[in-house]
């Protein structure tokens, strides 16, 4: 029994890692309002930039650290030719807001209550974020968030933007 468990757990691993291997993929479109300014926001308002998007919860345990680390690495790396937009998923926006107000960020947060904007993204977990380049194109995915993890994503993000610098 064990062994066709390993055997389906491998399959499911080798499709998703072949899923991966086609290479980029178009981020799917998606505008909404800024939680913060109330403004709508549109994922080609940032055209021409790296992104990165964070789909995030306000009762979601490794949000509460990665929110403030990606706040962190984004003044770090810089808004020139980058930026972050987080997706808040709570069912009521009110929550999203009072987790902002505890913990506020410098970039856009998005309301996207009815899954709107994560299911085309096919968001089953939190945090799951996104890294999009300068023409649109999902080239990471990343499930998850623990301390150092926003080591590994600036280093990411800044090979992208030098390897996308000297084209």
């Given at each position: 029994?064990?062994?066709?468990?390993?055997?389906?757990?491998?399959?499911?691993?080798l499709l998703v890692e072949t899923a991966f291997a086609r290479?980029?993929?178009?981020?799917?479109?998606?505008?909404?309002?800024?939680?913060?300014?109330?403004?709508?926001?549109?994922?080609?308002?940032?055209?021409?930039?790296?992104?990165?998007?964070?789909?995030?919860?306000?009762?979601?345990?490794?949000?509460?650290?990665?929110?403030?680390?990606?706040?962190?690495?984004?003044?770090?790396?810089?808004?020139?030719?980058?930026?972050?937009?987080?997706?808040?998923?709570?069912?009521?926006?009110?929550?999203?807001?009072?987790?902002?107000?505890?913990?506020?960020?410098?970039?856009?947060?998005?309301?996207?209550?009815?899954?709107?904007?994560?299911?085309?993204?096919?968001?089953?977990?939190?945090?799951?974020?996104?890294?999009?380049?300068?023409?649109?194109?999902?080239?990471?995915?990343?499930?998850?968030?623990?301390?150092?993890?926003?080591?590994?994503?600036?280093?990411?993000?800044?090979?992208?933007?030098?390897?996308?610098?000297?084209?």
């Open positions: 029994m064990h062994s066709k468990l390993l055997i389906t757990l491998g399959l499911a691993l290479g980029p993929e178009p981020a799917p479109p998606f505008s909404g309002i800024n939680l913060n300014s109330g403004q709508q926001v549109s994922l080609d308002d940032y055209r021409g930039k790296v992104v990165f998007l964070d789909f995030w919860a306000s009762w979601c345990p490794p949000c509460l650290a990665s929110l403030p680390a990606y706040d962190q690495m984004r003044q770090e790396i810089g808004t020139g030719e980058f930026e972050i937009i987080a997706i808040n998923v709570d069912e009521d926006t009110a929550d999203g807001l009072e987790f902002l107000t505890k913990h506020p960020v410098s970039y856009q947060v998005l309301a996207g209550p009815e899954g709107q904007i994560g299911i085309p993204y096919k968001i089953r977990s939190l945090p799951r974020s996104f890294l999009v380049d300068r023409n649109g194109q999902i080239i990471a995915s990343h499930r998850g968030f623990k301390e150092g993890d926003e080591n590994k994503l600036k280093a990411e993000i800044t090979g992208l933007l030098n390897e996308m610098g000297s084209e």
